[in-house]
């Protein structure tokens, strides 16, 4: 056998199959042959990528911001729609756009730009002004440190940044303010035809109903219905041990001491003389000059700092409050200010720092000094703490374990509950409306009429609330289909009938309008073939009577001429129609309104026409920076 192998991979053949083989291996090496780049992207914005779990995050972002505002009626399952996600992920591309686009025309975010958005921010201000407490503890709540914050704003501002010069830029003219009032106020008066349907008694044969229930049955399904058996898996439940040592929590204290140090404070003043970061040396040599005579005035005896800053300083965020940064801690701001700011002591002034905005000179008003909390006041914290940790390690050990079986016999939940002593409940037969208790839960009852689990697969883990989760098996299923023509016969006559109604209703509507368009009035149209003949004056666009598809056919019709009457057919519903004619038109009035309405009216104009310049905007950008897109990642 070997032999046969070595003879049929020698000769001028092999030799030409080995060439063509060394060829890629040259290119691209060896290793490419065995390992694969897994790409993680959902969107790619040239080379900018927004990773998965990026686009995860900003989901959940937004469901629970939904979740929020809709209280009760919040429904989860919206942003399982391929539709929904695609929106979301399309608002990421939007700001990558707009990021590149910053990049490329070099528009950046000064230091004390993102500083005084900071100091804005309601959650970070006590009676309507910044706290720097106030500031640590909600960035600590949310997992964020102060660089990390910055960050986010100084992104945020890049973002805004074309966008706003856009909106800014949108102007809007008296006279469209004038014509958009007299459009959107406009009244007609009219003069309308009711037509019933011609009179038809006749049943429908029992072909006709055959018919109509063979095209229409699918609006005449029974419920799907599903039963499942399930395992739950609570944190709660699961046993952890009460006494833990001494040393377990000293280690702890150890490995978390940063939690537990105030660090240093210190209260800030600074001037700032602005010179753009490209600007040429003559204006950077100018700014440094004028920033080194301040300081040499501001370390003068008795000189006012905050009466310097508040007549000098170029930062319109600080100036008028003398310069106060409020209290910083290290980190707070760019290294280069960092450094000079720590290494003042109280009451000097710092030599001129160079950043991204201009010169820097800094005076320390106050320090606070760091604190550390000692063990034995955090003790019993690092006690719950340590607790639960333990019952989330065992919480995710379990979870394991019970998947682990799971997958070994995916045909029953019998043997993987067995293994961690938890109980198969069964629930069912329901419909996607849900049932009681777990079967009430919409990410239960989207898992259980999944087509995965429909065709008999056990679920992943379905997570129901903090260390809660399920699995569920489908047990049985019952499809939807078609109800029986015998219960629904009563439906298909109404609907044959109502159909005839209709059809026959638009045919002689259809031909009054004809007649009428040649030049027969309503009034003789209504002798021949009854109806009434009405009038309404001073109907608007959004006037309640009459009704709504007689309006709106109304503000579809030209203004009437004496040779060419305005006429038109509106639908009214079971059959009848109505025909409308325009006597009069009347403009809006705009002399009547006051100023205040007619500004606020072109300040809502101009913000819309700003909105649709934005969109145009990044429209534009996406032909000059390629988009790619991986739906099936989303």
Avoid: C
């Avoid at 409020?326 to 960092?338: E, N, T």
């Avoid at 403009?587 to 026409?609: F, N, W």
Wanted: proline residues 4%.
């Amino acid at each position: 056998m070997l032999q046969k192998l070595r003879d049929k991979t020698t000769g001028w053949l092999a030799g030409i199959i080995v060439g063509i083989l060394i060829i890629p291996f040259a290119f691209f090496g060896i290793n490419d042959y065995f390992s694969a780049r897994t790409e993680v992207w959902v969107g790619k914005v040239g080379e900018r990528e927004i990773s998965q779990q990026a686009f995860r995050e900003r989901v959940e972002q937004e469901r629970a911001a939904q979740r929020r505002q809709q209280g009760d009626s919040f429904d989860s399952r919206q942003f399982e729609n391929a539709l929904v996600k695609r929106q979301i992920l399309d608002r990421m591309i939007d700001e990558e756009l707009l990021l590149a686009a910053a990049e490329r025309d070099g528009i950046v975010a000064a230091d004390a730009l993102v500083r005084r958005e900071i100091t804005r921010i309601p959650a970070f201000q006590v009676d309507g002004t910044f706290d720097p407490d106030q500031y640590r503890l909600a960035l600590s709540m949310q997992g964020l440190s102060a660089p990390g914050f910055d960050a986010l704003v100084r992104r945020d501002l890049a973002v805004g940044a074309v966008p706003q010069q856009i909106a800014s830029t949108a102007l809007v003219s008296a006279k469209e303010v004038e014509s958009l009032l007299q459009l959107g106020n406009q009244t007609r008066d009219l003069k309308l035809l009711d037509v019933l349907p011609p009179a038809d008694d006749s049943a429908p044969s029992e072909d006709e109903l055959l018919a109509w229930y063979e095209v229409n049955k699918s609006a005449f399904m029974t419920d799907e219905k599903v039963s499942f058996e399930y395992v739950e898996l609570r944190g709660s439940d699961l046993e952890v041990d009460s006494v833990i040592d001494d040393a377990s929590l000293h280690a702890r204290y150890e490995e978390q001491q940063a939690r537990f140090v105030e660090p240093e404070e210190r209260l800030v003043s600074h001037i700032l003389i602005a010179v753009a970061n490209d600007a040429d040396p003559a204006a950077v040599a100018d700014a440094s000059a004028r920033a080194d005579a301040l300081a040499l005035k501001a370390r003068a005896e008795g000189v006012d700092f905050a009466a310097l800053a508040s007549e000098s300083s170029d930062d319109i965020g600080s100036k008028s409050a003398g310069g106060d940064l409020g209290w910083m801690q290290k980190g707070g701001a760019f290294p280069a200010f960092d450094e000079a700011l720590f290494a003042l002591a109280a009451g000097e002034v710092s030599a001129p720092v160079r950043g991204d905005d201009g010169f820097h000179i800094i005076t320390v008003r106050e320090i606070k000094a760091g604190s550390e909390k000692p063990f034995a006041e955090v003790r019993d914290e690092l006690l719950v703490e340590a607790r639960q940790t333990e019952r989330e390690r065992r919480f995710s050990e379990a979870s394991g374990r019970l998947m682990d079986s799971v997958i070994r016999d995916p045909n029953s939940l019998s043997a993987a509950a067995a293994e961690l002593g938890l109980t198969v409940s069964r629930a069912g037969p329901m419909t996607r409306a849900g049932g009681e208790g777990l079967a009430g839960n919409p990410a239960i009852i989207r898992a259980a009429f999944s087509p995965d689990l429909v065709a008999g697969a056990a679920s992943d883990p379905i997570e129901l609330g903090a260390e809660h989760i399920a699995v569920i098996r489908v047990t049985e299923h019952i499809a939807a289909e078609p109800r029986p023509f015998v219960d629904v016969r009563a439906d298909a006559d109404g609907a044959v009938r109502l159909q005839r109604a209709q059809e026959a209703g638009e045919a002689k509507a259809a031909a009054l309008l004809e007649r009428a368009r040649k030049g027969e009035t309503f009034e003789q149209l209504a002798s021949d073939a009854g109806g009434n003949v009405s009038t309404a004056e001073k109907v608007s666009r959004n006037a309640g009577s009459p009704a709504p598809s007689i309006v709106a056919q109304a503000f579809t019709l030209p203004h009437p001429a004496e040779d060419a009457p305005s006429l038109g057919m509106a639908e009214l519903g079971g059959g009848r129609f109505a025909l409308v004619q325009v006597l009069a038109v009347t403009d809006g009035a705009v002399a009547d309104l006051p100023q205040a309405q007619l500004d606020m009216l072109r300040q809502q104009i101009a913000s819309a026409r700003g909105e649709v310049e934005t969109r145009a905007f990044i429209s534009a950008l996406r032909k000059q920076f390629p988009v790619q897109v991986a739906e099936d990642r989303m």
